[in-house]
């Protein structure tokens, strides 16, 4: 079992940057793929970025590619996503989330392949 609890939400003007931190329980979080999705009101869950076990590999959805970095810390237990150049669009409710696989996959790119779920943190950006 692994319980994920995020922080470093909140409310930044448009260019600005956030940095969500997702911490992590349990003895075996670096045999986990670690993801972040968000979800806007009104919207279905979508992903943003996702990081195998090492670090080695990540993922990025083409709407934040080039703005937001996905790294972890298999020491501290803990994934953080730096996000810069933030624009109103970016804002949503953002979720880490933990999958029983270590390398990332075609799966990666989807909710329903995650097993454990943070309770979310809220990123709201004004224009």
């Known amino acids: 079992q692994v319980q994920l609890v995020e922080s470093g939400g909140g409310l930044v003007q448009a260019e600005g940057s956030l940095r969500l931190s997702c911490a992590a329980s349990g003895r075996t979080f670096s045999s986990y793929a670690m993801g972040w999705f968000r979800q806007a009101p009104g919207k279905e869950r979508e992903f943003v970025a996702a990081i195998n076990w090492s670090g080695s590999s990540t993922f990025y959805a083409d709407s934040v590619k080039g703005r937001f970095t996905i790294s972890r810390d298999n020491a501290k237990n803990t994934v953080t996503l730096q996000m810069n150049s933030l624009k109103p669009e970016d804002t949503a409710v953002y979720y880490c989330?933990?999958?029983?696989?270590?390398?990332?996959?075609?799966?990666?790119?989807?909710?329903?392949?995650?097993?454990?779920w943070g309770q979310g943190t809220q990123v709201t950006v004004s224009s």
């Open positions: 989330a933990a999958v029983r696989r270590p390398s990332l996959y075609y799966g990666s790119y989807h909710h329903y392949t995650y097993d454990y």
